[in-house]
């Protein structure tokens, strides 16, 4: 049996979460979803490996959530995210005590997500 996690992310603003998960970090929307025109969105984004859901349903999850991505290339990632110097969100490059590098974001919702990749031994 094949397993996957998905995380569900609660947002407030779709724009905000276009701009930040979108044109920042760079997922791509697979889908979205509403009951009608004027009912919350719930969608799905990806980048990579890397699954989420976003949802304005106030039942769905709590802001402020932390979300710790395992994956490669973050110096990359880092180098992407500051070359595109979005005004909102400037993250660093830190080592952490386990032997990895790590790069936190801040959604503009409370939640953030943590890339980390292991460093070669």
Known sequence: ?????????RIFDLAKAIEFYIDWLGFTIEWEHRFDDNAPIYMQVSRGGITLHLSEHHGDASPGAKVYIETGGVRELHKELTDKKYKYNRPGLEEAFYGAWEVMVHDPFGNRLLFSEKKPS
């Open 1 to 9: 049996m094949e397993t996957k996690v998905i995380p569900v992310l």
